[in-house]
Nanobody
Framework: QVQLVERGGGLVQAGGSLRLSCVAS?????????VGWHRQGPGKQRELVGF???????DYADSVKGRFTISRDNRRNTVYLQMNALKPEDTAVYYC????????WGQGTQVTVSS
């Protein structure tokens, strides 16, 4: 079994920054998995924010390119989502996800950006 726990959400003013973390535990070879960040805003469909693969390559949704950065620390089984220049439309519950024989999702962390 694998557990993913997101931390770091909160309330921030537009233009501010937050760093989310996703810590994996359990029976997983963390260094070789791709980890993604998804979000679901109020009244919106869940969308992929970005992901990082085993070699550290990343890709992002157009809506966050240039503002969000995903990184990983395999020694700590942790992936980070650095969010800068936040906008009210970034308000959402953010989830980290991975696939290790099956899909795993964290419980999510709320990010609220005030205008």
């Amino acid at each position: 079994q694998v557990q993913l726990v997101e931390r770091g959400g909160g309330l921030v003013q537009a233009g501010g920054s937050l760093r989310l973390s996703c810590v994996a535990s359990g029976s997983i070879h963390f260094a070789i998995v791709t980890v993604g960040w998804h979000r679901q805003g109020p009244g919106k469909q869940r969308e992929l924010v970005g992901f990082i693969n085993r070699t550290g390559n990343t890709d992002y949704a157009d809506s966050v390119k240039g503002r969000f950065t995903i990184s990983r620390d395999n020694r700590r089984n942790t992936v980070y989502l650095q969010m800068n220049a936040l906008k009210p439309e970034d308000t959402a519950v953010y989830y980290c996800t991975t696939y290790w024989y099956r899909d795993y999702w964290g419980q999510g962390t709320q990010v609220t950006v005030s205008s």
